[in-house]
Antibody
Framework: EVQLVESGGNLVRPGGSLSLSCVVS????????MDWVRQAPGKGLEWVGR??????????EYAASVKGRFTISRDHSTRSLILQMNSLKTDDTAVYFC??????????????WGQGTLVTVSS | DIQMAQSPSSVSASVGDRVTITCRTSQGISSDLAWFQQRPGEAPKSLIY???TLQSGVPSRFSGSGFGTDFTLTITSLQPEDFATYYCQHYNTYPFTFGGGTKVESK
């Protein structure tokens, strides 16, 4: 069974940093693209960024709103997708979802979602 | 960036009704479109990709169609568990963007 479990959400001051983790199970982590998507309270969905699969050298992509502040990486020893967030702004307040993509020819297409973790940026 | 115009923003319907939601993109995206369902307090669930392909386990009352810039999600015979918010998303180029959502409410 595919499982994605996020953690690390917290209250942080503007300008601060926070690291989110998504521990995965039930599939071969290195074979799949992985993404972060966020949802501000009462709002819609916003794509944050992507880590491609091993065959694509885990290359990353980011939304303009977070580029240069957020970094996506993988820790294969713990089967974790990491979102390092620096220089946080109040607009970054959201539930952050970890999302797996289909493999093979449909490599970039979302299928499984985690339950999300809440990040609140406030003074 | 590709803009997504989803309509309506909300629709009132009854169990058994047919519901249609549309999504229009600001430029052609071939069939690179997905649909998601989000119930209150839950994570989104993937329903459809490639405009018309159902994700594994999704009931056949859900269907998608379209190509280029105009897409449709149809729910035939609405069920109680289908009252939720639905989002379209393109994955044609970076950055990916989502529609604003359509809330399907009970009439």
């Amino acid at each position: 069974e595919v499982q994605l479990v996020e953690s690390g959400g917290n209250l942080v001051r503007p300008g601060g940093s926070l690291s989110l983790s998504c521990v995965v199970s039930g599939f071969t982590f290195s074979d799949h693209y992985m993404d972060w998507v966020r949802q501000a309270p009462g709002k819609g969905l916003e794509w944050v960024g992507r880590s491609r699969s091993k065959t694509q050298s885990y290359r990353t992509e980011y939304a303009a709103s977070v580029k240069g502040r957020f970094t996506i990486s993988r820790d294969h020893s713990t089967r974790s997708l990491i979102l390092q967030m620096n220089s946080l702004k109040t607009d970054d307040t959201a539930v952050y979802f970890c999302v797996r993509s289909l493999g093979g020819a449909n490599a970039g297409i979302f299928d499984y979602w985690g339950q999300g973790t809440l990040v609140t940026v406030s003074s | 960036d590709i803009q997504m115009a989803q309509s309506p923003s909300s629709v009132s319907a009854s169990v058994g009704d047919r519901v249609t939601i549309t999504c229009r993109t600001s430029q052609g995206i071939s069939s690179d479109l997905a649909w998601f369902q989000q119930r209150p307090g839950e994570a989104p669930k993937s329903l459809i990709y490639a405009a018309s392909t159902l994700q594994s386990g999704v009931p056949s009352r859900f269907s998608g169609s379209g190509f280029g810039t105009d897409f449709t999600l149809t729910i035939t015979s609405l069920q109680p568990e289908d009252f939720a918010t639905y989002y379209c998303q393109h994955y044609n180029t970076y950055p990916f963007t989502f529609g604003g959502g359509t809330k399907v409410e009970s009439k």
